[in-house]
């Protein structure tokens, strides 16, 4: 069989690759270098950790990786980038919007905020270019060759925002070669799912790829709130998107152009009202999963539109390399729902819904407008000798506009309060990095950036939907600038042929943020830049012959000045505050497995230990909650809590098992994830504590070759045993609370051609 001739140790390994290689990138060259495994060994993996191709074991940087047949399984039943979730160590996802606006977080370190203008610590870049905007960051997960995760500071090569980590997306690039694969599947609730690229030369220089993505299901969530009933009112989406690239590949130079977009039009996530029982964190003993009890349920949506272009021009000089990496990244969304997640139940003596709802609160949130320019020039040394270096310099522009919207539900949506932002961004830096060999076995790497960031800051209230001085018109501008210098240090020593160690001391920053939504107050808030030292060590190693990896690091650190955002407690709105210092410590195991010809596993582990060090922090929380933390004039004190959505503990296991069957292979692929309980807020409660998550998925099938096809059935199953909780949730008005995907069952098509 011609594709199939593989080996059945290669595709076992593709399919579970979770092994903590230290890397941001495999470049082309890399990925078509053939490896030296052995049968029965684990291949090495060459990575481009530090901008230039190198051995994963040898790179002084915590990271994971996620490819292959485990990026397919995880990604199945049409899931957003929130898949991601807890799969990779210290690295959790989550979203009040749904399908759009993911929060990162790494090790603890992340920010809750749900305006459109809000800055995160863990940066995620999609083919080199830097996705700001939160909105971005939602872009659909297809035809990607890597998703990799950065664990701690990387400010010096990477830049804007990376104070916790980096996120980074390498898609599938163009080849001379013709390829492509086409894949249809069909599961619960209705929902279809296509995704397919083709590609090749279009000369003996030039090569294009086309890819696209189409995920569709039907609204199922029924609405049954008293004189509001609708059948089928939420739940669905139609999700497209689609991206070209072009390659030209001289004999000194290279070029790729890449153009995407994104259409999403669908509903937000579902808010529903009073889900959590007083005085614990379960869900109330009647949860109905297709059920909610909203006044307001058809008028919700969810609108989002992106698109974007980046060039990358390449030279090879004879001792060096030139970089020029350009980028343009625009994005629309319009997003309607009912936040309180139930109805005014006054005028209702007779309801049996859940609970009561002291107010209505239907609100949107919008960008009409938003552009963000992007340019990296960098120089690479590639000198045979003991030192090599790179340089850089960085540009990024954003012009974002903002709308709050505020709606009188019992005037059927009405708009009672608009508020419109502007902000403004300009940043640059300079940067570099120093490698030197030391002897054969040591290595060491230095690295320096300086960073300068500003913003220009206005929000008008043209009306408010609360009388008085909270509604009256208000325009209020701020502006808001610093700079820093961000360093890094890490040194690597090889131990023998099979073991590594290695140790980075590394200190970033981000820059102040803003917080302007002044629907339901008067004041625009301001966190000043916050700044982060962290300290790792680690060990690289391969074990039993090349049979086993285990990647294993301890990291401390401290952040000072940390931006927090106080969401809701007694109004729908944020307030940005520093806190005095965070501390965080951990560590992160990797590991994986080759346990016969046909069965291959991998085991990861992590562990943080976030703790907010401020004695005079505080912030409002609702009365009626059993609230865990001292209370002083009515404010919840924070000193000695964790961080929001900060699991102490994340585990994921996977296996992958593969047996020759007449003229094809079957495979099973398993795996479980874990995550402890998390706070949803700065305060620490009984009811907004989220309970621990435990999701199971399978995946079977059966694949062979014909010709110069290859062919894949399989069914899958997400979630199996169908674990329904709180993961999120909306204080200002009653227990509203955010639950988790159902179990999804479905099975898919997939056909390969070269």
Known sequence: MKAMKRSTLATLINATL????????????AAEQETTAKKNQLEVIQVTARKRVENAQEVPVAVSALQGDSLDAYSSAGMDIRFMNAKIPSLSIESSFGRSFPRFYVRGLGNTDFDLNASQP??????????ENAILKGFPVFDVARVEVLRGPQGTLFGRNTPAGLVKFDTVKPSQEFEGYGSVSYGSRGAVDFEGAVGGSLTDRLSTRVSVLWQDKDDYIDNRAPGFEQKDALGGYTEQAARIQFLYEGDDFTGLLNYHARDLDGSPIPFRANTIKPGTNELVDDFENDVVYHDAASRATQQVESQGASLKLEWDLANHTVTSISGWESAEIYSRADIDGGLDTSNLPNYTGPGSTPFS????????????YTQELRLSSNFAGDINYQVGV?????????????????NNGVLNGFVSQQQDTKAWAVFGSVDYTITDDLKVTAGLRYSDDEKEFSANRTFGPLPGEAGAPLFIERDVSDDHVSWDLSANYKINDDVNWYGRIANSF???????RILFGSEVTVADSETVTSFETGIKSDVLDGQGRVNATVFYYTMDDQQLTAVGGGANFNRLLNADKTTGYGFELDSEWVLSDELNATFNLSYNKTELKDDTLSIAAPSRLELLDPIINRQAMLDGNSLPHAPEWISNITLRYTKELAEGEFFTYADVSYRSEIDFFLYESVEFEGKPLTEVGLRAGYAWAQGDYEYEVSAFVRNLFDEQQAIGGVDFNNNTAMVNEERYIGAEFKVNFF
């Open 122 to 131: 863990v940066s995620l870049v999609v083919d080199e270019i830097v996705q």
């Open 510 to 516: 981000r820059a102040p943020s803003l917080q302007g």
């Open 394 to 410: 960085f540009y990024f522009d954003e012009a974002l506009t903002i709308e709050n919207f505020s709606y009188d539900t019992a």
């Open 18 to 29: 979770f092994s903590a290689v230290a890397g941001t990138s495999i470049s082309a060259v």
């Open 361 to 372: 609160s239907e609100s949107a949130d919008g960008i009409p407008d938003q552009d963000q």
